[in-house]
């Protein structure tokens, strides 16, 4: 079992105290509604729903700070596991079915215990497959529990849709896949032209759905957004230039963007830079929340990014 210095869990402390000094200032805000939202509104609203999963949320935070799951992906191609539009009959909002029949618990209860234990162990998605499978096939049979992380992910409403484009790390032109799902540049001015790229001869530019996240975090976070008495003074949305933003247009959403400073994951060949966003409406902590970043797109390549590549199309989307 991994220790943590005394700097670190001290920092994850005072964090701690952070949230729920907030969550006591804002509790007579929050209501119970939050556990009948509209299908409608979208398939990717969690299971942080209401207060008590939020609680649990901020726990989670406090142990895996730097916990994601990554997509995978292709050109302009979405893969079975990321699309953006799914048609699935089997998926509940919240399933209260019994897990089998005589089960003491539901399929809902069931996924979610799971989805903590393997989130906590930080398992990848080929290990989390093999686990529900085994549980799975442990269970009396017929049972509904789901046996791959795409339907967990679904049923939790977890799953944020992406697509991926790759580009030529020689010519910065999109590269195409064919039917062996071999990578190569089609430009013809480009001097390895149609020959097979390997993972660091590519650029690996992953596009988040932005909507659906916005959409997701809103209607979590509806009853405390633009509450002044929840912002410090100091905060933005006390500065002048949002104030006369403010005036001119009512009701709007505001994104904090950015991206770190260096590579996540530091190898000889790749490195990871994200680009997040978080809205300025919400009150600090509740902004800073891991559930609460918005994902605006990944640059993943041995170079380091190119911000005219990287944000050009996210630009436009926002």
Known sequence: MYRFSHKVNKRRRNREMKRQSIYQLIARHISSSNDNLDDGHNEYCLQEQNINQERLESTFDKKNDENYISPASQKVYVEDDNEWHD?????????SRLLYNGSSITVSSAIRLIS???LNINLDKQKINGLLRLIKSLLPKPNLLPSTWKTVNKALRNFTPSLTTYLCTDCYKSCDINTNRFKFCVNL?????????????????????IRSQIQAIMCRNFDVLNKSHLFPLSDICFGEWYQQQSDINANKITLLVHTDGAPLIRSSKQSIWPCFASITELPPPIREFQSNIIILALWLSKMKPNVNRFLDQTINDL
């Open 116 to 118: 903590k234990f393997y």
């Open 189 to 209: 001015n480009c001097k390895t032209s149609f020959r097979q790229r390997r993972s660091h001869e590519l650029i690996e530019i992953v596009r988040f759905d």
């Open 87 to 95: 048609d699935d009959d089997d998926q509940h909002e919240d399933d």
